[in-house]
Nanobody, 127 residues
Framework: QVQLVESGGGLVQAGGSLRLSCAASGRTFSGYTIGWFRQAPGKEREGVSCLSGRDDDAYYADSVKGRFTISRDNAKNTAYLQIMNLKPEDTGVYYC????????????????????WGQGTQVTVSS
């Protein structure tokens, strides 16, 4: 069974950048869809980006397009979320997630579609 561990969060000033990591163990990441989600206090979990299993097609929420970049390194069994030009509204706990289905052609930013989640990493952006 796959386990996910996020890291890389922290406190940054607006305009700064972070790279979040999601390390997988127990199963390879290669060929499986990866999603990144975030949850701000008092708000529902929001999908920000995903990478499809079969072709590594990337999808982004409108609110993060142009600032977030999702990627994976299969050799390290790790996924990444590069965040540029951070804004206070990016504050929240960031989670990575993956699915059981192998070689999915597309991915969606809907939490119910994901089977395994990490514990999250806190990102706080000060203005």
């Amino acid at each position: 069974q796959v386990q996910l561990v996020e890291s890389g969060g922290g406190l940054v000033q607006a305009g700064g950048s972070l790279r979040l990591s999601c390390a997988a163990s127990g199963r390879t990441f290669s060929g499986y869809t990866i999603g990144w989600f975030r949850q701000a206090p008092g708000k529902e979990r929001e999908g920000v980006s995903c990478l499809s299993g079969r072709d590594d097609d990337a999808y982004y929420a409108d609110s993060v397009k142009g600032r977030f970049t999702i990627s994976r390194d299969n050799a390290k069994n790790t996924a990444y979320l590069q965040i540029m030009n951070l804004k206070p509204e990016d504050t929240g706990v960031y989670y990575c997630a993956t699915v059981l289905n192998y070689m999915s052609r597309i991915c969606v930013l809907r939490a119910s579609e994901y089977d395994t989640w990490g514990q999250g990493t806190q990102v706080t952006v000060s203005s």
